[in-house]
């Protein structure tokens, strides 16, 4: 009993942790904040539907299907604006404290993209993805029952997603409506 | 009276048992006293009336606060935890939670379910993108052992027209 308490009131306050920095920051206008909840077919249909075929096409609507919610916070300010430095440490830290497991891990010029991984419950879990190219940090937060296996697999495919043209632009166009 | 005077000393030395009191009492109730005893009637008549006594004050018991039961505690506990859930429940159910799609940009909300998702959907592909590009150079590696193929069949066709030579030139 004592032990699932105590496992409970870990996780309870690993998820905290991650809250409180989206928390923090979500409203600074420095930042951009952005969270989907359930319901999120409509980026299914994003990700599989103008390229991926078949097997591809159904992994990816199930991946979607386990997500509860996607977070994502982006900054854009200068790589070595205080800021920049500040918010960069302080993740490096949630990541660190949160005994989040390094999935991926890529640096290409100038670009680098870390994926972590959680588990925060039995059937929960915590994908985290860092990624920092020029003038820019986003963290993408997803949480839902997914396995490793399957979050593995989703970006296995990359460069074939969302490629669609036109759509850049239609997303300019909602914001600025 | 030798014997009474030994009971008194005997009574007033607290030693004397109940039945040695009784006697006293009877002593004096019987209205044969000896007058140097009578110094003691009053004493004696008083604690026979103090006995008789009765009060109205209600029982000690009624001031010692009644001690509850282990068992109605823990139900009692129950069923203020089984309360406070019920409340945390219907307060779940009753106010809906904020809506779940929507940004803020600039400190500005915006509530906007499509904007929401494609904003999203654009970050993931992003996410992809530079992933691929990662990636690059082992779609590369793979390209190159893919070319490679016929060259190792050929050096394999060369190893049996050797091995096949060899043969010929035994016989």
Redesign the interface.
Known sequence: MTLVAVFFMVTASQAQTLQSFFDKYRDDERFEFVTVGKGMMNIGNMFAGHHGKGNNKENNNDMLSKMKSIKILTLNADATSPLMKQVVSEIDQVVEKGNFETLVETRDKGQRVNIYYCLSGKDNADMLIVTKEKGEFSLIWINGKMTKDEIMHTFSDAGKIMNSSGFNEKLENIASN | MEMMNELFEKYFRGETSLAEEKELKQYFLKGNVSPEHEAYRVLFEEFSKEMNETTNLPSVHAYIPKQRSMNRIWYQWLALAGIAAAVIMLLWIQFPTTP????????NRID?T??????????????????????KPLQSLKNVREEMQPLKTLSEVRRKMTELQNKLQLK
């Open positions: 779940e799609n929507y940004a803020i940009i600039g400190g906007n499509e904007f929401a998702q494609r904003y999203t959907a654009k970050k993931l592909t992003n996410v992809n993108k530079m992933l691929a590009r990662s990636m």
